[in-house]
């Protein structure tokens, strides 16, 4: 059975520190992958998108970039976080294109 | 260009009684339709799904949609909700080979014993 992974949980970060969100797909070959974030309230913006290793297509600019370094792996990174990006992170996969299935999350609070 | 329209962003209704939540797509093309329900600092997980095809599509917990494509809709029912029901819950549009789906704004429904 397919298992999708996000870490970390839970971070607390500063003002202009950087960050890294990784997500990692098990039991799937080749999936698609992709990056949302949820603000409260709950409106999902998806952010990237990766349908092979090594490539990303960015939905919009937050100031956010993405890496696919391995087929199961899906990093989130900034060098410089904004207050902005506090909320939280959904890792999800397809094949595709269809229907999504979606990781835990991780709750990021920027100070 | 596609977008989905949940009219409803807060539902509330007593346990023991049915639902309906409303979802509104507009998509060119041919439409693949899907529910997802999130709990509490949890995920979303997708409760069922509608490929072309039979218009009434079953999901878990006794969950089921109706594709309409007359009305552009796809709104869910439930004939008996439970407590455990209480979450929110995120419509959503896309088809085969798109890889950037629409979702709704989510509706949050609210459980009362």
């Known amino acids: 059975a397919q298992t999708i992974h996000q870490w970390p949980v839970a971070e607390i970060k500063a003002v202009g520190s950087p960050l890294s969100l990784g997500c990692t797909i098990k039991?799937?070959?080749?999936?698609?992958l992709y990056w949302y974030w949820q603000a409260t309230g709950g409106t999902l913006q998806q952010l990237f998108y990766s349908i092979t290793v090594g490539q990303v297509e960015s939905v919009v600019q937050l100031n956010l970039s993405a890496s696919r370094p391995k087929d199961d792996q899906f990093i989130l990174s900034t060098e410089k976080l904004l207050l902005s990006h506090s909320g939280f992170y959904l890792c999800?996969?397809?094949?595709?294109?269809?229907?999504?299935?979606f990781g835990p999350g991780t709750r990021l609070t920027v100070l | 260009a596609q977008s989905v329209t949940q009219p409803d962003a807060r539902v509330t209704v007593s346990e023991g009684a049915s639902l309906q939540l409303r979802c509104k797509y507009s998509?060119?093309?041919?439409?693949?339709l899907f529910w997802y329900v999130q709990y509490p600092r949890q995920g979303l997980q997708l409760l069922l799904k509608y490929y072309p095809g039979d218009p009434v599509v079953q999901g878990v917990n006794g969950f089921e949609a109706e594709f309409s494509k007359s009305n552009s809709s796809f709104h869910l029912r439930k004939a008996s909700v439970h407590w455990s029901d209480w979450a929110v819950y995120f419509c959503a549009v896309t088809s085969g080979g798109n890889y950037k789906p629409t979702f709704g704004k989510g509706t949050s429904l609210v459980v009362h014993p």
């Open positions: 999800a996969w397809s094949l595709w294109g269809a229907e999504q299935y």
């Open positions: 039991g799937k070959s080749s999936p698609n």
């Open positions: 998509y060119f093309g041919t439409p693949y």
